[in-house]
């Protein structure tokens, strides 16, 4: 039954992760904490545990997306490459100050973070994209895979600093980055919601490789649970980049922020 579960968990958490850019640990993370923690079915989940075990499942995801989504030029090889210098040292600090957490701390904290990301997600398509990070030096073309050329940039250093955040809450709560990344490069970056998402699941990848090498070396990943949740995750990804295509995402992105809102809540006053 639990690994049923686990199965369907890692459907659901890659198709929505690789749909908007999350990643997918948002869903991962505290579905092991439930079946662990709360409900006893699943053994030896501690919230290291928890965060190291999604942190690997991301890695496939974010593989799966990235083949998926280049297939359609939606990946900016280019500014990704300097987002990785931020990215992966961050989420290799995340994974070990992870050890930090208890069971209710995680609570809390994850609770908090991810109450963050539904505002975040809320405000994506309000506020209007900053133009201070716009410097002709800096802009660069993208050529979609529609054909359509995009122009925007930014100072390296700021997005090093970006992905650096980005990568920490990464290691940290085993979420891959994307749930930073992809608002603040269309807000502060100017890259195009279709661009952005592909880069994002790119950040993912290489973040969660970093990550999960940290909580490799401190043994905080379940290899049986992760097993489970791979294969599922992998086909789930491919999915999730496929209804990007096809799909109103505004309607996917407003029911995900009302129910990571009301989980959010729940986590905290599970917390105390």
């Known amino acids: 039954m639990e690994f049923i579960l686990l199965a369907v968990t890692g459907t659901i958490a890659a198709i929505v992760g690789s749909l908007i850019g999350l990643g997918g640990g948002i869903v991962i993370v505290p579905v092991l904490i439930f079946l662990g923690a709360e409900l006893g079915l699943l053994e030896d989940i501690t919230p290291q545990i928890a965060v190291g075990t999604s942190s690997l499942v991301l890695v496939f995801i974010g593989l799966s997306s990235v083949i998926s989504y280049n297939k359609n030029k939606q990946v900016d ?16 600090l995340g994974s070990y100050t992870s050890s930090l957490f208890t069971v209710d701390s995680l ?14 997600l809320l405000a994506r398509d309000k506020i ?15 050529t979609d895979g529609t054909g359509k050329v995009h122009y925007y940039g930014f100072p390296p250093y700021i997005g090093v600093l970006g992905s650096l955040l980005a990568g920490f809450a990464a290691g ?18 100017l890259m195009p919601p279709s661009i952005a998402v592909g880069t ?73």
């Open 172 to 189: 940290l709560f085993g979420v891959g980055g994307g749930a930073l990344m992809t608002p603040m490069m269309i807000i502060l970056f």
């Open 107 to 120: 609570k809390l904290y994850f609770g908090l973070f991810i109450i963050l990301v539904s505002f975040i």
């Open 200 to 272: 994002s699941m790119f950040l993912v990848l290489f973040g969660s490789i970093s990550s999960a090498t940290g909580h490799l070396i401190q043994g905080n990943i379940h290899f049986l649970y992760a097993l489970t949740l791979i294969p599922a995750a992998y086909l789930g990804a491919k999915f999730g980049v496929k209804l990007n295509r096809k799909l109103d995402s505004n309607t996917v992105v407003f029911i995900l922020r009302m129910v990571l809102l009301l989980l959010g809540i729940y986590m905290i006053i599970d917390s105390w």
């Open 128 to 142: 209007k994209p900053f133009k201070i990070f716009q410097n002709e030096k800096y802009i660069r073309p993208h």
């Open 77 to 92: 090889w280019k500014n990704g490459k300097y987002l990785l210098f931020g990215i992966i040292p961050g989420a290799m």
